[in-house]
């Protein structure tokens, strides 16, 4: 008798853990239908580009100041050419960090995406949470992430479901 009760307890564990129920959204699906999304998106080009434009002045500075010494670099003096020389490498290391503080992992255009998008994500992420709860799904994958997702069917991609959350219209042009 207390072999048939192991057996019973261990085989509801067992199907318990088949019945686990798995659904996939596809994450650059979502953010194409959000505005916000793509108004930050616009915004964050925008910017790029202005502060891309500075970089090149300041390189462009460096390029002329570099040019200007070659041209006359001959008729100077060695002490008219080191300092001279010292200009030139200053002006490329005030380039080289305008473009880092721009630009760089921890520069401004990082943690203008980081205000501006993570938001955005974070309800997204909400409203995966709340359908996949709401669903009884235990896992949910990316299947825009990449090749981790090799095939996907249909009805297990939740994504219109968490558009709808968010309080979106459905696009019905799917990938």
Not at 44 to 49: A, F, I, R, T, Y
Not at 107 to 124: N, T, Y
Request: aromatic letters at 10%; proline letters at 2%; glycine letters at 2%.
């Amino acid at each position: 008798m207390r072999r048939y009760l192991i057996l019973l307890v261990l085989s509801l564990f067992a199907i318990n853990t088949y019945a686990q129920k798995y659904a996939c959204v596809d994450t650059e699906y979502i953010l194409s239908n959000v505005p916000e999304y793509k108004q930050a998106q616009k915004e964050l080009e925008e910017v790029s580009l202005q502060w891309q434009k500075e970089v090149e002045t300041k390189f462009q500075a460096v390029d002329k100041l570099y040019k200007a010494f070659q041209a006359e670099a001959v008729l100077l003096p060695s002490d008219l050419k080191t300092q001279k020389e010292n200009e030139i490498i200053a002006a490329e290391k005030d380039a080289k960090n305008l473009q880092r503080q721009k630009f760089g992992n921890d520069g401004e255009l990082a943690k203008k995406r980081a205000e501006l998008v993570k938001p955005i994500q974070d309800r997204i992420y909400n409203a995966i949470e709340k359908v996949a709860q709401e669903k009884n799904y235990s896992v949910v994958f990316d299947k825009a992430a990449g090749a981790t997702v090799l095939y996907v069917d249909s009805k297990t991609d939740i994504s219109d479901l968490v558009l709808a959350e968010l309080g979106y219209k459905i696009n019905t042009q799917r990938r």
